[in-house]
T-cell receptor
């Protein structure tokens, strides 16, 4: 069975500060990992994904994530956040059919 | 705008009732997924269809059913509703099943059971 654990339910940061949202996964088969963002009253939008290849993955809006097999982690990072990055972020693992298993979400709040 | 449409946006109904949620996938997408987002359970996969056929099933209750029609739109039917069914229901679509195909999410239908 696959599962995802997001280690922080809420992360407050100041504008222009760096941020890291932590995600650990558990999977007995090939690992396909995703980060999604959900802005208030909207659906989910894909930020980035790791399917294979380079362990450093770059996504939209300046976000990147690093796949670490030995630590079973897929942490999301941004070097300098903006007010507009305030949202809920979900880490997810997929099976071969595309079925997504999500973590509980991390609410990122960027303060001026 | 993801190109996935869901209707209605909001639905308020009473316990014991039955409702139907509708999803129209992006043009050209053959696969449809349904997810439920609630405060208790978080985001959970319910069911997946591909070109009219059920492809995978998740934590979907027996009181819930879904189908995908020949025009590729999908409906999620929820019956004998309980207070705990109150949630945001998302539909997503992709060109094909599989991890390599991005899922595009609709804006969701917020169901409130009173």
């Amino acid at each position: 069975a696959q599962s995802v654990t997001q280690l922080d339910s809420q992360v407050p940061v100041f504008e222009e500060a760096p941020v890291e949202l932590r995600c650990n996964y558990s999977s007995s088969v090939s690992v396909y990992l995703f980060w999604y963002v959900q802005y208030p009253n909207q659906g989910l939008q894909l930020l980035l994904k790791y399917l294979s290849g380079s362990t450093l993955v770059k996504g939209i809006n300046g976000f990147e994530a690093e796949f670490n097999k030995s630590q079973t982690s897929f942490h999301l990072r941004k070097p300098s956040v903006h007010i507009s990055d305030t949202a809920e972020y979900f880490c997810a693992v997929s099976d071969v059919n595309g079925k997504l298993t999500f973590g509980q979400g991390t609410i990122l709040t960027v303060h001026p | 705008d993801s190109g996935v449409t869901q209707t209605p946006k909001h639905l308020i109904t009473a316990t014991g009732q039955r409702v139907t949620l509708r999803c129209s996938p992006r043009s050209g997408d053959l696969s449809v997924y349904w997810y439920q987002q609630s405060l208790d359970q978080g985001l959970q996969f319910l069911i997946q269809y591909y070109n009219g056929e059920e492809r995978a099933k998740g934590n979907i209750l027996e009181r819930f059913s879904a189908q995908q029609f020949p025009d590729l739109h999908s409906e999620l039917n929820l019956s004998s509703l309980e207070l705990g069914d109150s949630a945001l229901y998302f539909c997503a679509s992709s060109v094909s099943p599989g991890t390599h195909y991005e899922q595009y999410f609709g804006p969701g239908t917020r169901l409130t059971v009173t």
